[in-house]
């Protein structure tokens, strides 16, 4: 017998104590899986759709909102003259509810530019020209609003065509409705506004390159912004927003469940006392007392990690399938999440064990006799 | 219950070194509100068989505490082997090694086995971990279980607990046995047998034992018996 099995036997005894406390903590521990997981993702998922779109460097006004304020078209001009602008691509992108979906992407994209190329038609057509009154569906925005190509479309106050369903080769461009800029300028009323424009550098530029160009588009056009795509979303106030509310939940969540360990561990020590008095009457130091104690404080957040990794990754599944956001969200659970969210849990486990380790180290051996 | 092989006297026995000598002792609890001990003295040998007797609350219980280094005198000298106890830096070693204890409660963790419980002690020792398994092993077949091994104390009779917390107290060969009430919670025939192991083992180890006992009995098996009432060792008896 080890000092591990002691410490394992030590949880052992209540069980159904210690597995409600482990639920407890892996509830805290899903929480952040779950919510970083899909912030994330979310950035990264915003990425790989600009890359998609054979995106270098993106222009925009994205401030305090997810999606960027409209700014004039003519804009795109000063940013095309550059040298090391190979091509660019207007964009009037918005966060809207559209049908049956409460929050569903509308990328209008300038007709003919480069944000169209990549765009694989899987059933119908792509548009004919820029005011044809028809969309494409992304893929998974079809299946969200239950569409396929030849069916009809609220948009605005008009009702449009769906002409195809396309893979975009990401999430977010599968999980949008994607039509001409000029048609939905005239839609929407936005009629010489853009508040995105897509920029392909020339080839073979450097990172520190692009970022000088970063800086003179910025010079050219005060009010916007460039950025470098891997930039983009982490620099939007939004997206901060999201960002701070995520860890905020997950600690909230962390702090119930090291107020739970605690109080578990507590009631431990306070049940254990007369053990704790017989193991310092036959020889035990009080370092190994105040060991065990923060050791099963320690192994109850491992168990509750590994449990709360699990029911993350699984509550982050069952959110990915729901059809209110479906199609905007691709979690990115990594090895090195679940592992920071262990280590989390561990780390909680022993903060949670401190005050009852010191409590158990206030036993008095001479209580094992009065016992 | 058989007669003692040889008569109790009060008296030490000649020749053997002097293993624990209290002088003065005084233990006072609830801020002086509460007098355990009001001044003892007594030596004690080393192989000596020593019953501890006296009325409830005559400080019994108190002293085998600061012979055990559970607690400190409030005034007065314990001397273990010349050193004072109440000056150990580490109680706890001299809890670990010298001494081995025994409860009217038997005190077993509920949730190991016996052997597992035979082994606690010796967590304090650098004792590998196969051979404190075999150890263990070893003390509880000379305590007669050793067809009891991985059972849990819950599952034992009231005699057989109290034998594997005689084999615990064993684990890591002390000098001293403290026994507290050792049959106090036992049936005649199973106080018997503990009183007898506890002989055979005494006179097999060569170990120092110190019993409290309410029971005269049991203390006529000892080789010596202190009388204890109102906090003194009482020296007409």
């Known amino acids: 017998m080890n000092f591990f099995s002691v410490v394992l036997r030590g949880l052992w005894r209540r069980p159904v104590r210690t597995g409600l406390t482990l639920l407890g903590i892996s509830i805290g521990i899903a929480a952040v899986v779950a919510l970083v997981g899909i912030s994330h993702g979310f950035e990264s998922g915003w990425e790989q759709g600009l890359k998609q779109r054979g995106t270098d460097l993106v222009v925009s006004n994205i401030s305090t909102a997810l999606t960027p304020k409209p700014f004039a078209a003519e804009m795109r001009d000063r940013v095309a003259k550059l040298p090391e602008v190979a091509a660019t691509s207007e964009l009037l992108v918005e966060i809207t509810s559209i049908e049956s979906s409460e929050m569903m992407m509308i990328s209008s994209r300038e007709w003919g530019a480069f944000g169209w190329q990549h765009l694989k038609v899987l059933s119908g057509r792509l548009p004919k020209d820029a005011l ?240 | 219950m058989d007669s003692p092989a040889a008569a109790p006297t009060t008296g030490r026995s000649n020749g053997a070194a002097c293993i624990y000598e209290a002088t003065g002792l005084v233990k006072e609890f609830d801020d002086g509100q509460v007098h355990a001990l009001r001044g003892v003295d007594f030596k004690i040998d080393e192989g000596e068989f020593v019953a501890i007797t006296g009325p409830s609350g005559c400080g019994k219980s108190t002293l085998l505490q600061l012979l055990g280094a559970l607690d400190r005198p409030s005034q007065g000298v314990l001397k273990y082997r010349g050193q004072s106890l109440g000056d150990l830096k580490d109680p706890s070693a001299y809890r670990a090694r010298e001494i081995g204890f025994i409860f009217q409660a038997f005190h077993l963790l509920p949730t190991f086995t016996a052997l597992e419980n035979v082994q606690i002690p010796m967590f304090e020792t650098s004792r590998p971990l196969k051979e404190r398994r075999e150890h263990a092993a070893a003390l509880l077949a000379s305590v007669g279980l050793e067809k009891r091994l991985h059972h849990f104390p819950g599952k034992l009779s009231g005699g057989e607990r109290q034998r594997i917390a005689i084999a615990r107290s064993l684990a890591n060969d002390p000098s001293v046995l403290l026994a507290d009430e050792p049959t106090g919670n036992l049936d005649s025939e199973n106080a018997h047998l503990v009183l007898d192991l506890l002989l055979r083992l005494y006179e097999e180890r060569k170990m120092t034992v110190i019993l409290i006992t309410h029971d005269p009995t049991v203390a006529a098996r000892a080789k010596r018996v202190l009388r204890m009432k109102d906090g003194r060792v009482d020296t007409s008896a």
């Open chain 1, 132 to 371: 044809e009154p028809v969309v494409v569906l992304g893929q998974i925005a079809a299946e969200v609003l239950k569409k396929k190509a030849g069916d009809k479309i609220q948009i605005e106050t008009e009702e449009l065509t769906v002409c195809g369903i396309v893979d975009g080769g990401a999430v977010v461009e599968n999980g949008c409705v994607i039509l001409s800029l000029e048609l939905y300028q005239k839609l929407s009323g936005n009629e010489g506004k853009i508040n995105v424009i897509d920029v392909r550098a020339v080839p073979n530029l450097s990172r520190d390159a692009m970022r000088q160009v970063c800086d003179k588009i910025n010079e050219v056009i005060p009010g916007v912004k460039a950025m470098m795509v891997s930039e983009h979303l982490s620099t939007s106030q939004g997206y901060k927003v999201i960002h701070a509310m995520s860890w905020g939940t997950s600690s909230l969540a962390i702090l119930v469940g090291v107020l739970g360990v605690m109080n578990t561990m507590l009631m431990t020590v306070f049940e254990r006392k007369q053990e704790l008095s017989i193991l310092l009457a036959l020889g035990w130091r009080r370092r190994r007392i105040v060991q065990m104690i923060l050791s099963e404080s320690a192994l109850l957040g491992f168990f509750g990690g590994i449990v709360g990794v699990g029911l993350g990754a699984l509550g982050v599944k069952l959110l990915q399938a729901a059809p209110a956001i479906r199609g905007l969200l691709s979690p990115e659970i990594s090895p090195g999440l679940l592992l920071f969210s262990v280590g989390i849990s561990i780390v909680v486990g022993v903060i949670s064990g401190l005050y009852p380790a010191w409590r158990s180290s206030r036993v008095r051996p001479s209580e094992a006799l009065n016992a």
